[in-house]
């Protein structure tokens, strides 16, 4: 086992143009792992995280920062609950892709007999109702969907911003995520009979809308083009010319820009029942329904069967993913 530790807050946080000279892109090969994060896949291929999509904890928080300026606290809870939720917290490894023989199964078989699944396995971390991946009841859940990139180009054009250098309706701006993410959840409401959209998926995936505009944007301007956000979800590389942003992006700006997407058209979190229609969750009287949603109720439970390293880096993690919600550390109760 492999003590994890949370790293400190470095303040190399300025506007910085990536990536640096240290940090090619380089296609991944075929045992390299990879999945549903666009971001992460990005820092992989250009060496921020291992190459072979296998990481840490403390790598994960340094890359998205290295990379996206994304804030420590933020990048330690969404790291934290990857690794609890898909990786092995007993060796320090996550895949950002599928399960890997990098990643063993937890001992005592905690969750299950079987290696962990990595990011890309469904339920608990990916969901339903992603911007270019479909729902694992339709299709491909994992891999980049040119059909569903189009129709946000679509709502980019008819949405967005115009640009002097890039061109009429090519600037993504909240607006267009407003129209587009609520057409992707009318669509999945009506196409996957087992949609499930309760408020701790429902956060992320509006999270993720808010993560376009507010990471992949250029940070010179803040503004996101098109082909710098098809450069990203597309190619899964950073754009020529690009710095990230000039501050760090914390769970409390992302929150702001998930209540804009979503003031539009305001819908609740919830599940298709058996003859498809879509059934409101009662309100979760908690600190947070998002973080009591997210890593209480779904984690498994049977992490209190863990013991010497694997319980202390559980309760390390457990910390980690409450911290930026402000709320007391709660043991998972969920199902294996
Ligand atoms: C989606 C994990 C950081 C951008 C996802 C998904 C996972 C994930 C599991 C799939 C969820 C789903 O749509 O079903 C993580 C972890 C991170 C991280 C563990 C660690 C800090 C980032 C960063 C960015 C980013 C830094 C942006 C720079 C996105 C976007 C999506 C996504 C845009 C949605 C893709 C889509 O809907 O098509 N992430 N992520 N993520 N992530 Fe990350
Ligand atoms: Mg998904």
Redesign the pocket.
């Known amino acids: 086992g492999v003590v994890i530790v949370v790293p400190p807050v470095s303040n190399a946080t300025g506007i910085k143009m990536i990536p640096d000279n240290a940090h090619p892109f380089q296609a991944p090969g075929p045992n390299d792992q990879r999945?549903?994060?666009?971001?992460?896949n990005t820092l992989a291929n250009h060496g921020y995280l291992p190459r072979n999509g296998i990481a840490s904890f403390e790598q994960?928080?340094t890359a998205?920062r290295e990379g996206?300026n994304?804030e420590h606290d933020l990048?330690g809870a969404?790291?934290g609950?990857?690794m609890l939720a898909r990786g092995n917290a007993f060796v320090n490894l996550v895949s950002i892709g599928g399960a890997s023989p990098l990643v063993p199964v937890l001992p005592g078989a905690i969750d299950g007999p079987n290696p962990p699944g990595g990011?890309s396995k469904h339920g608990r971390?990916?969901?339903?109702v992603?911007?270019?991946?479909q729902d694992a009841a339709i299709g491909d859940?994992v891999h980049f969907q040119d059909s569903l990139y189009d129709e946000l180009l679509l709502y980019t054009g008819r949405f967005g911003d115009d640009s002097p250098v890039t061109g009429n309706g090519s600037i993504v701006t909240t607006k267009v995520m407003q129209e587009f993410k609520f057409a992707r959840f009318v669509e999945d409401q009506v196409k996957d009979p087992v949609l499930q959209y309760h408020v701790g998926r429902f956060a992320?995936?509006y999270g993720?809308a808010a993560?376009?505009l507010n990471?992949?944007a250029n940070g010179t301007d803040g503004t996101l083009s098109t082909p710098v956000m098809g450069s990203f979800?597309r190619n899964q590389t950073f754009p020529d010319d690009w710095y990230r942003r000039s501050s760090p992006g914390d769970i409390n700006l992302i929150g702001e820009g998930v209540d804009q997407i979503l003031s539009a058209h305001p819908i609740a979190p919830g599940a298709n029942d058996a003859n498809g229609n879509y059934v409101l969750d009662a309100p979760i009287d908690t600190c947070s329904p998002i973080y009591f949603n997210l890593a209480v109720q779904n984690l498994p439970a049977s992490y209190s069967k863990a013991t010497g390293i694997l319980k202390q880096n559980v309760n390390t993690l457990i910390q980690a993913i409450a911290k930026p919600f402000g709320c007391p550390a709660v043991f998972p109760t969920g199902p294996s």
């Open positions: 999945g549903p994060c666009p971001g992460l994960i928080i998205v996206f994304m990048a969404l790291a609950f990857a990011i971390f990916e969901g339903d992603s911007m270019t991946r859940n992320l995936s993720e993560f376009v990471f992949f979800f």
